[in-house]
T-cell receptor, first 115, second 111 residues
Framework: GAVVSQHPSWVICKSGTSVKIECRSLDFQATTMFWYRQFPKQSLMLMATSNEGSKATYEQGVEKDKFLINHASLTLSTLTVTSAHPEDSSFYIC???????????FGSGTRLTVV | GESVGLHLPTLSVQEGDNSIINCAYSNSASDYFIWYKQESGKGPQFIIDIRSNMDKRQGQRVTVLLNKTVKHLSLQIAATQPGDSAVYFCAEGGGADGLTFGKGTHLIIQP
């Protein structure tokens, strides 16, 4: 089946630093990938839609300059949390949409803790 | 605004019994619905999906029912097992957009 690899699975960083999270589709191509954020005991909230070769589309209230998205190939999208603050601590999850069958496959998530 | 929601935040069932998790959606234009299972600290795991041109779909031990008249979606899990304990989310999708997730139901399987 379709597999999405997300790295790192967890990261701890200091306030003010930047963290990059990678999302790879291993056995399919994905023109479109999605980034979600999930706070404890809450649902997943869509942050942005990543499109290969073009600018990402951000949901209302998500700062594009803080959450930088790059989708340079059909199998890789990255999310960089810039100048991280403790309130950015969350579970970040990516999803890739298969170009062939339009199925959504999720990564295993990244637990970000900003101290 | 449009949203996808769940009726019960926690559902406790005896091992071996059947479970039914419900979901209400409000976007009548939605044409694709998915149920996901999420275990603690992990990403969502696909369970089953259904398109709006269907009202029932069955998988292994799971059945999804869609009632478009009342905008209601349900997930039935037969003969629940300890490994079924998790949070279950319904999600709505369609077109090129990302998915809109419901609030989640925590399913607890009691021995």
């Amino acid at each position: 089946g379709a597999v999405v690899s997300q790295h790192p699975s967890w990261v701890i960083c200091k306030s003010g630093t930047s963290v990059k999270i990678e999302c790879r589709s291993l056995d399919f191509q994905a023109t479109t990938m999605f980034w979600y954020r999930q706070f404890p005991k809450q649902s997943l909230m869509l942050m942005a839609t990543s499109n290969e070769g073009s600018k990402a589309t951000y949901e209302q209230g998500v700062e594009k300059d803080k959450f930088l998205i790059n989708h340079a190939s059909l199998t890789l999208s990255t999310l960089t949390v810039t100048s991280a603050h403790p309130e950015d601590s969350s579970f970040y999850i990516c999803s890739a949409r298969d170009n062939e069958n339009y199925g959504y496959t999720f990564g295993s998530g990244t637990r970000l803790t900003v101290v | 605004g449009e949203s996808v929601g769940l009726h019960l935040p926690t559902l406790s069932v005896q091992e071996g019994d059947n479970s039914i998790i419900n979901c209400a959606y409000s976007n009548s234009a939605s044409d694709y619905f998915i149920w996901y299972k999420q275990e603690s600290g992990k990403g969502p795991q696909f369970i089953i999906d259904i398109r709006s041109n269907m009202d029932k779909r069955q998988g292994q031990r799971v059945t999804v029912l869609l009632n478009k008249t009342v905008k209601h979606l349900s997930l039935q899990i037969a003969a629940t097992q300890p490994g079924d304990s998790a949070v279950y989310f319904c999600a709505e999708g369609g077109g090129a957009d990302g998915l809109t997730f419901g609030k989640g139901t925590h399913l607890i399987i009691q021995p």
